[in-house]
């Protein structure tokens, strides 16, 4: 029903400093899981299996191979811009952020792993990561058994979509040319 | 129109109470004019000269007709349910000595609402009206700036008015305040 009154009206857009204050005062409360996309707040999923598990074992084979050369941080907030602050399963970082809000600047990498979510990851994250100018994001299709990676970004989405040859050795965005060893994610 | 419209399940409900300490608190500044409809705040546009010529001479015309009878309200705020609080154009409510003054009213306190449209008659009959004949506001009146009509609308359900009808006389029509009164409204259009 309220799908009417978005085409009827004009919803208002929180800033991302009105979203962070209402987390501040309470007024969101501090068990619920948000981000906000476009100036609206979204509610994310409980967290279930095997989602859990995949993304667990995303970040643990990206530490072991990043080391020192990236900080990896596991549902974090990252501010887009003034209107976006996703929550991305797993975002690759430049080092020396330890503490720091991420911004899109210190983006390297970010990694949505998709259960129930893929339309959503597909259709309305990517695209805005992409207008952020993300250089690189990964979509792990759980249902499908699919890893995709996205690169070239562009104003309406990346250019380029690939699915890596093998799992065991997936390069990262790192000037090292180092890979991830995902194999046994599927 | 709202990015994430196509996929939206998921949209974060906000309640009146979350809506009202945004306002008190500033996140919801006072330049701006909203509404909260099903738990999301939705922007009013700003009122051009035919609404609120409209909006003033029904208001003014009402008070005439009801004296003390009720306490006729413009663009204020009236609750709904936990979720929803719309600004209605007019508002006619129960007397009551404090006008309001430690809580807004809500559906037991309205005995009419009125909506004037100029570009906004598709969200107030498609948006609005089923949500104040879902909370029991027992009277509506919507006022069609371009189409030159009124329409009132009686007998609220779950799912909208079931009654609707277009009054042949606007120089007398009967205000539901629970004593006789009739407004003359024969220049509205």
């Not at chain 1, 600047?105 to 390297?108: E, G």
């Given at each position: 029903m309220n799908r009417i009154a978005h085409q009827l009206a004009r919803v208002h857009r929180l800033s991302v400093a009105d979203y962070r204050r209402m987390g501040e005062l309470g007024i969101l409360a501090a068990d619920l899981r948000t981000e906000l996309i476009d100036g609206e707040i979204i509610e994310l999923p409980p967290i279930g299996q095997p989602y859990a598990g995949s993304a667990a074992l995303i970040a643990d084979r990206l530490r072991e191979a990043v080391e020192r050369s990236a900080v990896v941080a596991l549902h974090e907030p990252i501010g887009l811009d003034d209107h976006c602050e996703p929550r991305p399963d797993i975002a690759l970082l430049r080092p020396g952020i330890d503490g720091a809000r991420a911004e899109r600047?210190?983006?390297?990498l970010l990694i949505e792993v998709a259960d129930g979510s893929l339309r959503y990851d597909r259709e309305v994250k990517f695209p805005r990561y992409a207008r952020a100018g993300i250089p690189e994001a990964w979509l792990v299709d759980l249902g499908g058994r699919r890893l995709t990676i996205h690169r070239r970004p562009g104003p309406h989405g990346y250019a380029d979509v690939m699915t890596p040859s093998g799992l065991g050795a997936v390069p990262l965005p790192l000037a090292g040319l180092q890979t991830a060893d995902l194999s046994g994610l599927f | 129109m709202s990015a994430t419209a196509e996929i939206r399940a998921r949209v974060h409900r906000l309640t009146v109470d979350d809506y009202r300490r945004m306002g008190a608190l500033g996140i919801?500044?006072?330049e701006l004019r909203t509404e909260l409809i099903d738990g999301e705040i939705m922007e009013m546009p700003p009122i051009g000269h035919p609404h609120a010529g409209t909006v003033k001479f029904i208001a003014n015309r009402l008070k005439e007709a009801v004296g003390a009878a009720a306490i006729v309200a413009v663009q204020d705020p009236v609750w709904l349910d936990d979720h929803s609080e719309p600004l209605p154009d007019i508002a006619v409510l129960c007397p009551r000595a404090d006008y309001y003054r430690t809580g807004h009213p809500g559906p037991a306190d309205v005995l009419l609402l009125i909506e004037v449209a100029d570009s906004s008659l598709h969200y107030d009959r498609e948006v609005k009206l089923p949500r104040y004949a879902r909370a029991g506001i027992p009277e509506v009146w919507l006022v069609d700036l371009g189409g030159r009509r009124l329409t009132v609308h009686r007998r609220p359900a779950p799912h909208g008015y079931a009654d609707e009808t277009s009054p042949d006389n606007l120089g007398l029509l009967p205000v539901p305040v629970g004593v006789p009164a009739m407004v003359d409204l024969t220049s509205l259009f």
């Open positions: 600047a210190d983006v390297l | 919801l500044g006072p």
